[in-house]
């Protein structure tokens, strides 16, 4: 049961925002919202699990789109928000060194 928890828990982190852009590289973050067809120019480091978020927010419909299926995929948005807002308070001091060196993830 344990295991099942864990490997549950470890999926529904997979699509994390925070994890998105601070586990993975740069360019995997940036090729998703490009696909995405977000109109963000750059997501800075600093609480960017829940910028990500809004920038896929913040991106054209796509084909064969209709406002159920939108308004369902906002609101698994913004609940991704909001933990990705706590793990990216608990991620602050690196991010916070990562943005002073690395500076903004730049999309366009």
Not at 16 to 24: I, N
Not at 37 to 62: M, N, W
Not at 68 to 80: P, Q, R, V
């Amino acid at each position: 049961m344990r295991l099942l928890a864990m490997g549950l828990a470890a999926l529904m982190l997979a699509g994390c925002g925070t994890v998105q852009t601070v586990a993975r590289t740069d360019q995997t973050s940036v090729d998703y919202l490009k696909d995405k067809k977000t109109y963000c120019g750059a997501v800075p480091r600093i609480y960017s699990g829940v910028t990500f978020d809004f920038c896929q927010l913040h991106a054209e419909l796509g084909e064969g789109v209709d406002a159920f299926d939108y308004n369902n995929a906002s609101l698994g948005l913004l609940i991704d928000a909001a933990a990705s807002g706590v793990l990216d308070t608990l991620l602050l001091p690196y991010t916070v060194y990562r943005q002073q060196t690395d500076g903004s993830i730049v999309i366009n």
